[in-house]
């Protein structure tokens, strides 16, 4: 099944705590990107990628750093988190061009 | 202004009813565009891609107005199982996509 897959779905920790969120996909695409979504703000787009070894900021990418070493992954890296990075976070992945984004699950971070 | 403007709503509509979403974009947003539905705590999923021409996929009808700038959507004969957030998106580039903040629609029995 094409998919696009995160993990963890639901993680809590402490300030300044490294953690990384995996995000890996099955379709060969190109593209992929991070998305935060906060409530009243939409979704934004933290950083993302146009394929391997190329990856360029997004919108909000202050305390967020990521890789892409392999076509498939494309990890999500918070060195210190921080209580205003407490969010819902999406990862996703495209052809590119015209069409649209498939988007993984999900991941609920709560930062305390 | 935003890139892309939606009406936040919320919509509360009956069942069977006929619904339609607007969405502006400023130039920045104006490559391709598309209109993906997402549940409540659930991932946005890609509802249908928006053409010039007008594109329709069984009860729902996306149209493209370049010279006004906006997209819209119509939902016939509603379900219940359309309540959902439907959130307005652009692309500007390959890699740029921007999102609307969403228009909540609900569909009452």
């Known amino acids: 099944e094409a998919q696009v897959t995160q993990n963890p779905r639901y993680l809590i920790t402490v300030t300044g705590k490294k953690l990384t969120v995996t995000c890996s996909q099955n379709?060969?695409?190109?593209?992929m990107s991070w998305y935060r979504q906060d409530p009243g703000l939409g979704l934004r787009q933290i950083y993302y990628?146009?394929?391997?070894?190329?990856?360029d900021k997004g919108d909000v990418p202050e305390g967020y750093k990521v890789s892409r070493k392999e076509k498939r992954n494309f990890p999500l890296i918070l060195e210190s988190p921080s209580p205003n990075q407490t969010s819902l976070y999406f990862c996703?992945?495209?052809?590119?061009?015209?069409?649209?984004?498939?988007f993984g699950s999900g991941t609920r971070l709560t930062v305390v | 202004r935003k890139e892309v403007e939606q009406d936040p709503g919320p919509f509360n509509v009956p069942e069977g009813a006929t619904v339609a979403f607007n969405c502006t974009y400023s130039?920045?947003?104006?490559?391709?565009f598309f209109w993906y539905r997402q549940d409540c705590r659930k991932e946005p999923k890609l509802l249908m891609s928006?053409?010039?021409s007008g594109n329709e996929d069984g009860r729902f009808t996306a149209q493209l107005n370049r010279a006004s700038q906006y997209i819209s959507l119509l939902i016939r004969d509603s379900k219940l199982s359309d309540s959902a957030t439907y959130l307005c998106?652009?692309?500007?580039?390959?890699?740029?996509?921007?999102f609307g903040s969403g228009t909540r629609l609900s569909i009452r029995p």
């Open positions: 998106v652009g692309r500007s580039s390959a890699s740029k996509i921007i």
């Open positions: 928006v053409y010039s």
């Open positions: 379709m060969n695409h190109e593209y």
């Open positions: 130039n920045s947003a104006s490559q391709s």
């Open positions: 990628s146009m394929n391997v070894e190329v990856t």
């Open positions: 996703a992945s495209s052809w590119g061009g015209l069409y649209g984004y498939t």
